[in-house]
């Protein structure tokens, strides 16, 4: 082979000794890595990331009210943008970060979560705070978030449970120098091109939260308006509803009334939950990987309350899906098959109550082998009497319009799912013809939406190949 050769077959590959620098182990050296440093020389001086950035590190303990904190679950993957989520109450540490400062994660560097600061705020110490000192901070960040980074760091993350990346690996990232005025360029089409993509995302979920809005129309369920004043929040509740069941104010309050109410003079037949349900089974959390008997155990992927998605069905697709091992006899007795409904019984936050519902489908048993914790129940309902996808369509209707917040207790910040309320909740089912038809209505919306998305997606993609192809001139 010639001095300045490279081979690569498969995962195999060679390069030259006078190339070996630093880490001696192979991840240093990936021709992933060394193809995207290689486009970035090709036509560009190149700096380090520590000579045009500056490293913040002011750390807090505690949190005041008016605090806004992100760890990584508040951004998202490739984009950037950020996810708010509950407010965290108490931290043992954080970083303090201003609008226009650069969060650059250290764990999980594959999963891409890039951050430009648009306000002030406390982040996890799993974060870089960089600013920028040479470049425009958008276009820093832009190129931060590019596979010419993303090719290298996922190289350079070491550890198996909690791979993360080491501060001096971030400090040498090559980064082109190049014009303030090609930066800008960069920054405006980018900007452009992550609009329209947004607007692309944002109307595939009005079509899919627009299903709640069709199915309590087609059923003809009229929610009615909450109402706040004191008057329309005092009410009363007869001794014999009382007696022997909750105390708690929300089973009986006029909100729950009239959400109830409205369920009730529908046109449809209706039935408690509970005569529909001809299995139910609790979940299993399993043991790990590790555990010393495995014999008489199988490998699941554990679904937990995180893999439900608010506006869909499950999100199994992430790379933060549990496998556990569950015992065979356990799995038999659970009995998972396809248009089971699962629920999510505990968990929860203020803003977020438990009583979220999934449905298990072909494609989801097929993928591989399927299992669901402990903090998760699962039903089986008689199809000959309501289709399981119509059910689950009308139970996360339910729960959007707020009725399952009334059929839950909350303990040392815990929700949990009042099942005796929760069984006994109308179902209203029209006939099976109705009830097709509904589900066609709702498949289109789907298909639209998913339509959306992945032109979404594929305009997100085009515009960073573009953007690499700016960069390295």
Avoid at 288 to 315: H, Q
Wanted: hydrophobic share 35%; proline share 3%.
């Amino acid at each position: 082979m010639q001095e300045n050769a490279r081979r690569y077959t498969g995962n195999s590959f060679v390069i030259r000794r006078s190339e070996i620098e630093g880490r001696i182990d192979p991840h240093q050296y990936h021709f992933d890595r060394l193809n995207a440093i290689e486009k970035i020389k090709r036509n560009r001086k190149i700096l380090k990331l520590k000579e045009v950035v500056k490293s913040k590190k002011t750390v807090v303990t505690e949190i005041k009210g008016t605090d806004v904190y992100i760890g990584l679950e508040n951004i998202a993957s490739d984009t950037g943008s950020y996810l708010p989520t509950t407010a965290k109450q108490s931290i043992s540490s954080a970083g303090v970060f201003k609008k226009g400062q650069i969060l650059f994660p250290k764990l999980r560097p594959y999963l891409n979560k890039i951050y430009l600061a648009e306000f002030d705020g406390l982040c996890s110490t799993e974060f870089h705070i960089l600013e920028s000192t040479h470049f425009n901070s958008e276009f820093l960040s832009i190129y931060l978030r590019s596979e010419l980074i993303v090719n290298q760091t996922k190289h350079l993350m070491t550890g198996n449970t909690l791979p993360r990346l080491q501060t001096e690996d971030i400090n040498n990232l090559p980064v082109p120098d190049i014009s303030l005025e090609l930066q800008k360029d960069i920054v405006e089409y980018y900007r452009t091109k992550s609009l329209e993509a947004k607007d692309k995302e944002n109307a595939a979920l009005g079509l899919l939260r627009s299903i709640d809005i069709y199915i309590l129309e087609e059923l003809g369920i009229v929610v009615p308006e909450r109402k706040s004043s004191i008057n329309d929040r005092i009410f009363t509740a007869l001794f014999s509803d009382v007696t022997g069941n909750r105390f708690d104010p929300k089973l009986y309050d006029n909100s729950t009334k009239a959400l109830q109410l409205a369920i009730a003079e529908s046109p449809f037949p209706k039935i408690p939950l509970k005569k529909l349900i001809v299995h139910s089974a609790s979940g299993d959390w399993g043991e790990d990987d590790n555990f010393s008997n495995p014999n008489d155990y199988v490998r699941c992927l554990v679904i937990r309350a995180t893999e439900f998605d608010n506006t869909g069905n499950l999100k199994l697709d992430n790379s933060r899906v549990k496998h556990r091992l569950i015992n065979t006899e356990k799995l038999k007795r659970i009995d998972i098959r396809v248009n089971d409904l699962l629920i999510e019984k505990s968990g929860g936050s203020p803003d977020q109550p438990v009583g979220r519902v999934a449905l298990l489908t072909e494609e989801i048993l097929q993928s591989e082998e399927i299992c669901y914790s402990n903090f998760i129940h699962k039903i089986r309902v008689n199809e000959a009497t309501i289709h399981a996808e119509y059910l689950f369509h009308f139970l996360k209707a339910v729960y959007n319009m707020k009725l399952t917040d009334a059929m839950q207790s909350q303990t040392n910040g815990i929700r949990n799912l009042i099942f005796h309320d929760y069984f006994r909740q109308l179902i209203v089912f029209p006939t099976h013809q109705a009830q097709e038809k509904i589900l066609r209505h709702i498949s289109d919306l789907y298909v639209k939406a998913n339509i959306l998305k992945s032109e979404a997606t594929n305009l997100l993609a085009l515009a960073k190949s573009e953007v690499v192809r700016m960069i390295i001139g």
